[in-house]
């Protein structure tokens, strides 16, 4: 089993910076893709970013530039930079690691961030 507990959200201003962290507990040898989502209200939950086990990262459009996905394998936490936030990046913000070896997802309870003008 893995647990998932996120941290570092709040509110910041426009143009602000928060980093967002994710720490895992539990059996993680066998994870491949870690992700950061994010759900505002109302509106479907958006994959933000992703990062490969291997090291490749992917990133939604609209983060492209801003954000920045990493992992510290040693204190097993996922982290997410965000930089010249943006109104419409107040969400809350969960991370998402996939166990590639047994098509498991495992999800934190999310983190609330919001960005105010």
């Known amino acids: 089993q893995v647990q998932l507990a996120e941290s570092g959200g709040g509110l910041v201003t426009v143009g602000g910076s928060l980093r967002l962290s994710c720490a895992a507990s539990g059996f993680l040898a066998s994870m491949t893709t870690f992700r950061w989502y994010r759900q505002a209200p109302g509106k479907q939950r958006e994959l933000v970013a992703s990062?490969?086990?291997?090291?490749?990262?992917n990133y939604a459009d609209s983060v492209k530039g801003r954000f920045t996905i990493s992992r510290d394998n040693v204190k097993n936490t996922l982290y997410l930079q965000m930089s010249s936030l943006k109104a419409e990046d107040t969400a809350v913000y969960l991370c998402n690691f996939v166990d590639g070896t047994w098509s498991r997802y495992y999800w934190g309870q999310g983190t609330q961030v919001t960005v105010s003008s």
């Open positions: 990062l490969a086990r291997g090291g490749s990262t």
